[in-house]
């Protein structure tokens, strides 16, 4: 498996707190992506890295920020947590982006579980 | 917004037989991806299609892109237990550093 970390594994917020989600690579892959997984809609990419400082919204991004500060460290925050946020968040990094002649492929952490209650 | 659709949601087989999921973009894409996830387990990369038409085969797995590059599907013969799990196909829009993700086919195989 790639070496791609994401902290904490489970957490349990109230509604309303701020909470931060830690990715961590040791593959100075260039592209990193934050995605939320919820039931009957599959993987929703909520923002995502293109390098250092370099981040873009992606198709659920509203309460949501992130940051990336160095090339190994992705966060995502929840400004203040909702009941809406409720789910498993994968951290994912790829080497390239319709490079041509190599795959795009993305290596997925092992997920963090979010409940807000 | 960019839209991909999967279909069957779930589709449950006996062992031995084939399954088919079928991947839908309404807009052209670049290339798409296909990709496994375990139950309880992160998503695992398959294979990446890039050219109209293109046709790759793992095994027991056959990957097809269409023609205009809006559809893809994933054909798996003689299923086994050990393909059990959800199968996502992911496409990247020309331009764009991200990939939109269908929903996904949940495959349950019967022993």
């Known amino acids: 498996d790639a070496g791609i970390t994401q902290s904490p594994r489970h957490k349990v917020t109230e509604t309303g707190t701020p909470v931060t989600l830690r990715c961590h690579q040791t593959?100075?892959?260039?592209?990193m992506y934050w995605y939320r997984q919820d039931p009957g809609h599959g993987l929703r990419l909520i923002h995502y890295s293109y390098g250092v400082k370099d981040t873009d919204k992606g198709e659920v991004s509203d309460g949501y920020s992130v940051s990336r500060s160095k090339t190994e460290d992705f966060l995502l925050t929840l400004e203040s947590a909702t009941s809406s946020q409720t789910s498993v968040y994968f951290c994912?990094?790829?080497?390239?982006?319709?490079?041509?002649?190599?795959?795009?492929?993305?290596?997925f952490g092992p997920g963090t579980r979010l409940t807000v209650l | 917004g960019q839209q991909v659709m999967q279909i069957p949601q779930y589709q449950h087989v006996q062992e031995g037989e084939d399954f088919t999921t079928y991947c839908n973009s309404s807009t052209t894409l670049s290339n798409i991806q296909w990709y496994k996830q375990r139950p309880g387990g992160h998503p695992v990369f398959l294979i990446q299609l890039v050219k109209s038409g293109e046709v790759k085969k793992q095994k027991r797995l056959t990957f097809q892109f269409g023609e205009a590059k809006k559809n893809s599907s994933l054909h798996i013969t003689a299923t086994q237990t050990t393909d059990v799990g959800t199968y996502f196909c992911?496409?990247?829009?020309?331009?764009?550093?991200?990939?939109?993700f269908g929903t996904g086919t949940r495959l349950k195989v019967l022993a």
């Open positions: 593959e100075n892959h260039r592209y």
């Open positions: 994912a990094i790829s080497e390239s982006i319709a490079g041509g002649t190599t795959d795009d492929e993305q290596f």
């Open positions: 992911a496409g990247l829009t020309s331009g764009t550093y991200k990939y939109i």
